[in-house]
């Protein structure tokens, strides 16, 4: 069955990290995986899904929300068909459920980094990240 994992959520103070990841498995994995670019995203309670980070297929472009620029990593390991966020220096406006997304079409060679929702075809259920103040 094709779908994207993610896992790493928790809870954890302001000024902590987390590393979350999202596997992608089924017809999503191997080879399939590293033509799509990828992008990480969350919700807050009462808000709409927002953009925080993507990154091109193969991990050469990447693009950040300002308010996460310098905090967050995102990248990848096509060999094992999962992407990361590595989240440092966290604050308490980053709660909310975090979800990865998978490009709605290959797009490699060409090198994209994508922000919108729309452009997103798959997700995983999302992981929860509680930041305590």
């Known amino acids: 069955q094709a779908q994207l994992v993610e896992s790493g959520g928790g809870l954890v103070q302001a000024g902590g990290s987390l590393r979350l990841s999202c596997a992608a498995s089924?017809?999503?994995?191997?080879?399939?995986?590293?033509?799509?670019?990828m992008g990480w995203f969350r919700q807050a309670p009462g808000k709409d899904r927002e953009f925080v980070a993507s990154?091109?297929?193969?991990?050469?472009?990447?693009y950040y929300l300002d308010s996460v620029k310098g905090r967050f990593t995102i990248s990848r390991d096509n060999a094992k068909s999962t992407v990361y966020l590595q989240m440092n220096n966290l604050k308490s406006e980053d709660t909310a459920v975090y979800y990865c997304?998978?490009?709605?079409?290959?797009?490699?060679?060409?090198?994209?980094?994508?922000?919108?929702?729309?452009?997103?075809?798959?997700w995983g259920q999302g992981t929860q990240v509680t930041v305590s103040s």
């Open positions: 997304g998978r490009d709605s079409s290959a797009s490699g060679p060409v090198e994209v980094v994508l922000t919108r929702t729309d452009d997103f075809g798959s």
């Open positions: 089924g017809r999503y994995s191997g080879r399939t995986f590293s033509r799509y670019a």
């Open positions: 990154i091109s297929w193969s991990g050469n472009k990447t």
